[in-house]
């Protein structure tokens, strides 16, 4: 055998994507893959052919292209008076992109190559499409896009029987393409005015579709997963096929639970502290109201849409919508905050330890482990922090707005909501900076932010301290 004779051949050849999640975690490419998005957007937003006159300062468009990447729908300028198709069309990739996340669109365009994955290229989309574990990775992002494409679809086809009559039949098509999109990757857009949805407050089809479109948006798509196969089973169950009993995961139990009791309780509160103001429940009548609360609570879930005027609510109900702002979705969907299933394990957590029922904290008969634990006091930690610290420095930078305004716009902008008291225009540069800086963190979460600037490191399960004798309350 010739000693000479080259054997490259044999070795596999990897691709751009495997060499970079060999040499880097999956936090900081899915950081720089959304910074690159970004960019790019506001580069195409600022050119003469998206723009319907001269186009707004590069800063207007980067806030823009923050927002709808971020899926938050916080706007500096008016989407549909400044940009003109082909801009919406751009608005339309930036939040279609946004809400599955780069590392998802990028999987999908792999698998249409008909390439395997590399194994560190499946724990990158997983990270980037919120799956918890590695198994069959092509399989979940594959139907990502096929429940993307069709709850669209069906938003698309219900907004378009009521917006084609409004609009006409070609604008009232593409105003409900931009409008399906907005709402299920939970951003908050609307393309067609600069009040948002305040011309449908009072119409049940836009009103029920958006909140259709929101809600299977911020469930995350493991529970439609869940219930899709849960479905699925029981039909086969029925048609005389023996199979075992199937049930839902304590994770999509919990998601299910906290969401419904959210939006429900979400909606009492608003029908208990605005009925009688003028300004923005008042003037409806019953049907009206009952419409207007459930769309607000629904929205409230990180949508960012309104069809009443939020700066006209009254404080309390301002600092309600906060928490519940801050909450926000769940996991592996489109929408921001906290997550539910954060909240939820808290919440029982505290519960379970001032009852003194159990020694450990239990859901569903079963146990939530220490470090579940430390992982949801870590989030809400971070997060608190970080609005803490940019609520102090917008206080310095806003010396003419209101406090709760500002409270309000921070909240809103890291659990990527979008809903505004109308602040945002009026927000100096650097107050406009830092709100940028929140819809980028709550959009990649502050602890995927903070691991993408720390290596990880080795925990040692060999030493072991004595308890510190520390006397708490």
Known sequence: ??????????????????????????????????????????????????????????????????????????????????????????????????????????????????????????????????????????????????????????????????????????????????????????????????????????????????????????????????????????????????????????????VLRTTAILLLSGAVLVALMESTNSGTLGHLDSAEKFLACLFQSVTLRTAGFSTIMIGQCRRPMLLVMCVYMLIGGSPGGTAGGIKTTTAAVLFKTALNTLNQKHSDAVIRHRRISPSLMKHAFMIVTLYFSIIFTMILILTMSEPNASLISIIFEAFSAIATVGLSTGLTPLLSVLGRIIIMLLMFIGRIGPLSLYMAFHAEQKISSHVAYPDANIIIG
Request: net charge positive.
């Open 1 to 254: 055998m010739n000693p000479d004779f080259d054997f490259s051949f044999l070795k596999k050849r990897t691709t751009l994507i495997e060499r970079l999640a060999k040499s880097n975690r999956p936090e900081k490419l899915l950081l720089i893959s959304f910074l690159f998005i970004i960019f790019l957007g506001s580069v195409l937003l600022s050119m003469p052919f998206t723009n319907i006159q001269k186009p707004a300062p590069y800063l207007d468009n980067l806030f823009v292209s923050v927002s709808a990447v971020c899926v938050t729908g916080l706007t500096t300028i008016t989407v549909a008076e400044h940009y003109n198709l082909l801009g919406k069309i751009v608005m339309i990739f930036l939040m279609q992109i946004g809400g599955l996340g780069p590392m998802t669109i990028i999987a999908v365009v792999m698998q249409r190559n008909k390439r395997r994955m590399a194994t560190v290229e499946k724990k990158l989309f997983a990270v980037g499409s919120g799956k918890s574990n590695l198994y069959d990775v092509p399989s979940y992002i594959r139907k990502i896009m096929l429940y993307t494409v069709t709850i669209e679809l069906i938003g698309f086809v219900l907004l378009a029987l009521r917006l084609c009559d409004k609009f006409g039949l070609q604008e009232g098509l593409f105003n409900s393409l931009f409008l399906s999109v907005s709402a299920f990757t939970n951003s908050g857009f609307d393309c067609f005015a600069a009040d948002s949805l305040f011309m449908f407050a009072t119409d049940p089809l836009v009103n029920l579709t958006i909140m259709f479109l929101i809600i299977t948006g911020g469930l995350g798509f493991m529970v439609w997963f869940e219930l899709y196969d849960l479905a699925a089973h029981r039909l086969r169950r029925h048609n005389g096929i023996h199979k075992p009993h199937r049930y839902l995961s304590e994770h999509a139990v919990v």
